[in-house]
Structure formats: structure tokens, C-alpha cells
Nanobody, 117 residues
Framework: QVQLVESVGGLVQAGGSLRLSCAFS????????MGWFRQAPGQERERVATISWSTSYADSVKGRFTISRDNAKNTVYLQMNSLKPEDTAVYYC?????????????WGQGTQVTVSS
């Protein structure tokens, strides 16, 4: 069974930086597409960034956030720069095997990121 463990988030001032990591275990990491999602209070969970053979970003974070993976360490990262108060949310790591309706999805427990103005 896939397990995902996110690093502790934190409190950061606007304009600051933070790096999240997500440790993957239980299966072959390189077979999985990885992603970061976030959910702010009262809002739906939204995609932030994904990485498989390429990377993809939400428009709201393009140019500020960078997703990367280290297949040797079974870890995916999210480097967040120029943080804004609107980036405040619980951030979730996600692993996906396959595509479409038959894809398998696994989620981490989430980690709180708070950006103060």
C-alpha cells in the first residue's frame, strides 16, 4: 500500500519561502505521477502542481512554485517562493498510478501552510 508523509508546513511572512517534501513508500515511486494540492477553509481542494514526465502548474502559482522529485529518495518537493496570504491552505501530496477512471490515487495527511500579511 502506498504511504505518503508530508513534512511539517509552517507560518511564513508574505514574500517568504517554504519547501514542502513528501516521502513516498510502499511501491515503486518512479511509476507514479505526483502532485501537490491545497485546500483553503471553505474552499474546494485545488491542484497546485503535478510532475510525471513533465511538470504542470496552476496559474496562480506559476513562476513562484516549483515541483520536483528525487526518485532515488522517493520524495517529491514543492518549493514555494514569493508566498502570498492567499497561499494559506492545507497542502496535500498525491500519488497517481495510471490514468482515467482506472487510475489509483493516494493522498497524504496534509500539512498546514499559513502566510501572514
Amino acid at each position: 500500500q502506498v504511504q505518503l508523509v508530508e513534512s511539517v508546513g509552517g507560518l511564513v511572512q508574505a514574500g517568504g519561502s517554504l519547501r514542502l517534501s513528501c516521502a513516498f513508500s510502499g511501491r515503486t515511486f518512479s511509476n507514479y505521477a505526483m502532485g501537490w494540492f491545497r485546500q483553503a477553509p471553505g474552499q474546494e481542494r485545488e491542484r497546485v502542481a503535478t510532475i510525471s514526465w513533465s511538470t504542470s502548474y496552476a496559474d496562480s502559482v506559476k513562476g513562484r512554485f516549483t515541483i520536483s522529485r528525487d526518485n532515488a529518495k522517493n520524495t517529491v518537493y514543492l518549493q514555494m517562493n514569493s508566498l502570498k496570504p492567499e497561499d494559506t491552505a492545507v497542502y496535500y501530496c498525491k500519488a497517481r498510478l495510471g490514468v482515467g477512471v482506472s487510475a489509483l490515487h493516494y493522498w497524504g495527511q496534509g500539512t498546514q501552510v499559513t502566510v501572514s500579511s
